[in-house]
């Protein structure tokens, strides 16, 4: 009779506020829950908790028994009590990461609150600037050979540059600014979990570096140095705009990312982007080419239709063509902002 009740006590708090969403990736309707912790968490983010024995205990909403007392501990705590003490002094540069995002993202942070307990009341924050400026060594993988090899990173915030030395003590290889830097984790295309890809511009072209560390800790650290970097110069560059609007801006997952040929009319002026609105301001995405419009190779086609011109390209295969038409797709669904 224990096990029924205490059951139904237990999905009843998955109603109050809070306890609805995982406490670490916000997935809905947890089913487990840390009996130590006091929260309800989805099943990805408690096998990270079931690796910090000494900081977290696991058990199934549904298939595990749960005693009196810790239905007690359960009721008395919760996500937003725990958040409150955890996430306390959460920096507004620190990625938080969502269900979807990849693995040594979930466990560090995960592993940073309750741990390491580095966003409790008591730490002293860093500022931007300090936190945005980090050193130390990398796998960079080479343009031609393909090979990874170990270079010297250096990320500096005041001087709003990262740096990567090939050999010392000559000058840096590069001098990447932090206002055309862009970071985001990429495990499946550099083939190591802890792939980490930063897209900068320069001369008019986009650069890639592919690089990772051993250390799940290290990377996200680099990670985050390198958002704190961004931070400081979108709130140094434009010191009016609020945070909300300034921290979407500080780094970007790409959608989808490859190569297509551009094809169709010959433009005056060089076009490096394209802007996609939504399908009700007159943007469309339609498979093939328009009527009287031919290529020597058979490809693909796209087009992108814009109130002012149509974009025409050309993909390598159908399931390019249908990966692109489908993440266009998606940005023209999305709903006016506000």
């Known amino acids: ?25 916000g997935e809905p309707d947890p089913e487990w829950a840390s009996y130590k912790l006091g929260i309800f968490i989805c099943l990805m983010c408690s096998g990270i908790h079931r690796n910090l ?8 909403l549904w298939l595990d028994f749960w005693e009196n007392d810790l239905i ?15 996430e306390a002094k959460v920096p507004l540069y620190y990625y938080i990461p969502q269900s979807c995002d990849c693995l040594v993202l979930r466990e560090q942070w995960i592993r940073a609150k309750y741990e390491r ?41 005041r001087e709003g540059v990262l740096k990567y030395y090939t050999k ?18 990429q495990a499946e295309k550099i083939q190591h979990a802890h792939g980490l890809q930063i897209t900068y511009k320069t001369d008019g072209q986009t650069r890639n ?8 800790k290290e990377i996200v650290d680099w990670f985050n140095a390198i958002r704190a970097a961004r931070y400081h110069y979108l709130r140094t560059t434009f010191p009016a705009l609020p945070d909300h609007e300034i921290i979407p801006r500080i780094t970007r997952n790409y959608i989808k990312e490859g190569y297509m040929e551009k094809t169709g009319p010959k433009d005056a002026f060089p076009q490096g982007q394209v802007f996609i609105g939504r399908k009700v301001e007159g943007y469309e995405v339609r498979a093939g080419l328009p009527q009287g419009i031919s290529v020597k190779k058979r ?40």
Request: with cysteine; net charge positive.
């Open 117 to 157: 307990e580095e966003f409790v009341a008591t730490r002293v924050c860093q500022d931007p600037c300090s936190a945005g400026s980090h050193e130390g060594f990398l796998w960079k993988r080479g343009r031609e050979s393909k090979q990874f090899k170990q270079r010297r990173f250096l990320l500096s915030a």
């Open 72 to 86: 007690e501990f359960m009721k008395k705590h919760g996500n937003l009590c725990a958040k409150a003490k955890y």
């Open 1 to 25: 009779m224990d096990r029924d009740r205490n059951k139904t006590l237990l999905l009843e708090l998955l109603k109050v506020t809070g306890n609805g969403r995982c406490a670490d990736c």
């Open 299 to 338: 490809k693909s086609g796209i087009t992108m239709v814009t109130p002012v011109r149509e974009f025409l390209f050309l993909c390598e295969n159908d399931k390019e063509q249908r990966e692109w038409i489908d993440a266009l797709n998606g940005v023209i669904a999305q709903p006016l902002s506000g």
């Open 209 to 216: 570096l592919f690089v990772y560390h051993e250390s799940g």
């Open 168 to 185: 010392e003590p000559k000058g840096p290889k590069a001098v990447i600014s932090i206002e055309k830097l862009n970071v985001m984790f």
């Open 53 to 60: 024995p000494q900081v977290s205990r696991v058990k199934s």
